[in-house]
């Protein structure tokens, strides 16, 4: 205590170093942990949270990985990325890879207010993303990003109910191509 201070700056900072020991000297509370892994290397790189609380994470895996009960298997070489989504409380909702023969590692993940995750990070040779494959220049580390959504169940009571419609292309005859999406 500094006898050159008044009696209430002497206060004032006693009761600021008290709050400062209280606040630096608490434990914090694990609330919950969960696990994914399997027969080699995987590693989580990114985490990010919408607004029910739900995780998307991405990172990348060799061999097999499971995020509970969703098992995802790599090329038998090479390491491919993952997005898996957990719930608020750590449950695995589902879980997707992508990759090819070259190495895939997701870095970032980024979730919009529709659910869907963004993720970004770098890719070797080709990569797969369902219908869609990219395919690097000169065999080099390229970079990706892309887009996955929640999967959507469909019960067969809502898929839509058939009708029968006639489509003529013109001119006739018709050399172009023609698709439709219900």
Request: charged fraction near 15%.
């Amino acid at each position: 205590i500094n006898p050159d201070l008044s009696g209430k700056k002497q206060i004032l900072i006693l009761g600021l170093l008290l709050i400062a020991v209280c606040v630096f000297t608490q434990t914090p509370e694990w609330h919950w942990a969960t696990s994914a892994g399997g027969s080699d290397t995987d590693a989580g790189n990114s985490i990010a949270l919408d607004d029910a609380g739900n995780k998307y994470i991405t990172g990348c895996f060799k061999g097999t990985v499971s995020f509970g009960s969703y098992t995802l298997t790599s090329e038998i070489t090479s390491y491919d990325f993952f997005v898996a989504k957990t719930d608020a409380n750590g449950n695995w909702l589902w879980a997707e890879g992508a990759g090819s023969s070259g190495y895939e590692y997701g870095n970032s993940i980024a979730v919009d207010a529709a659910g869907s995750a963004y993720v970004t990070g770098w890719f070797c040779e080709t990569v797969s993303f369902g219908p869609h494959t990219l395919t690097a220049v000169d065999n080099s580390r390229d970079i990706f990003v892309a887009k996955v959504s929640d999967p959507v169940n469909v019960e067969e009571s809502e898929l839509p109910v058939s009708h029968n419609y006639q489509l003529t292309n013109y001119p006739n005859p018709f050399t172009g191509e023609t698709t439709i999406s219900l």
